[in-house]
C-alpha cells in the first residue's frame, strides 16, 4: 500500500501520462474517451526508475483516494475524467444546473471580464455545480475568486455544456455577459464590481 505522499506523487504522475503527455511515456490514449488498459499504463509507469514496483493495487488505490476523482477505471481500461490538454475527449452534451462556478484568480479577471473564460492551456473550460471544486481549482494561483456561471444565458450564446462526472462539467468557452463574481458574504455582484 502506498503512503499518502507517494499516493500524491502516483497521482501526478498519471494525470501526466492520462492528461498531458501519453507519447512522451509510449502510451496511446482512446481518440474518443482518451482511456487505455490499465495493464498499458502500469508498465509505463514501471519504466520510473521510482515506479519501478508499482502495482495494479497500487494504481486502484489512487484511482479510488483522488479527492476530486480524477481517474476513472471500467471494463479494464482506465482515464483521466477531465483537465486534458492532450487529445480533446469526447463527451455527451448535457443539462446543466442554472448555475455553476469557476474558480480563478484576481490577476485573470480583468482578461475574462473582456474575452470570458477560454480553455488556455486545457481542451475544456472547467466548471462545477458546487464552490468547493471551484475553491479548491481557483486557490491554486494567486487570489481566489470564484464566478458563477448563468448556463441558461450561455446556451442561449450558443454554449454546450458537457459532464466529466463528480460535479464537473466542461464546455468549450463561456462569454463574458454569462459570469459574474460570486462572493459568499454578500452573495454575488456585478463582474464589472
Ligand atoms: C484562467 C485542476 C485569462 C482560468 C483544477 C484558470 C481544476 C483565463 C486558468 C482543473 C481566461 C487556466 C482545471 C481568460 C480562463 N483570460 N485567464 N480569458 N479564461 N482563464 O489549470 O480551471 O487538481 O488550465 O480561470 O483544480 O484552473 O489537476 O484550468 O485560472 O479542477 O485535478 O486560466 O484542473 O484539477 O488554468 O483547472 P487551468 P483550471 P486537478
Known sequence: MLNQAMEKSLSKFMTKVL?????????????????????????????????????EEDIEQ??????????????????????HSHDKISYSPGEPPNVLY??????????????????????????????HFATLAGSRRGELVILKVDTGSAKQSGVTFYYAGNEVWLADRVPPESCSVWDAEVE???IQS
Open 188 to 190: 454575488e455582484g456585478a
Open 102 to 131: 469557476h474558480g480563478t484568480n484576481k490577476m485573470a479577471l480583468t482578461s475574462i471580464i473582456e474575452e470570458g473564460l477560454r480553455p488556455m492551456g486545457r481542451q475544456y473550460v472547467h466548471l462545477s455545480e458546487g464552490t
Open 19 to 55: 492528461r498531458h503527455a501519453p507519447e512522451a511515456f509510449g502510451v496511446v490514449l482512446d481518440s474518443e474517451d482518451g482511456s487505455c488498459p490499465v495493464d498499458t499504463i502500469l508498465k509505463a509507469i514501471r519504466k520510473q526508475p521510482k515506479w519501478s514496483r508499482v502495482t
Open 62 to 83: 489512487v484511482v479510488r483516494n483522488s479527492d476530486k476523482q480524477r481517474f476513472a477505471i471500467e471494463n479494464g481500461r482506465i482515464r483521466a475524467r477531465y483537465g
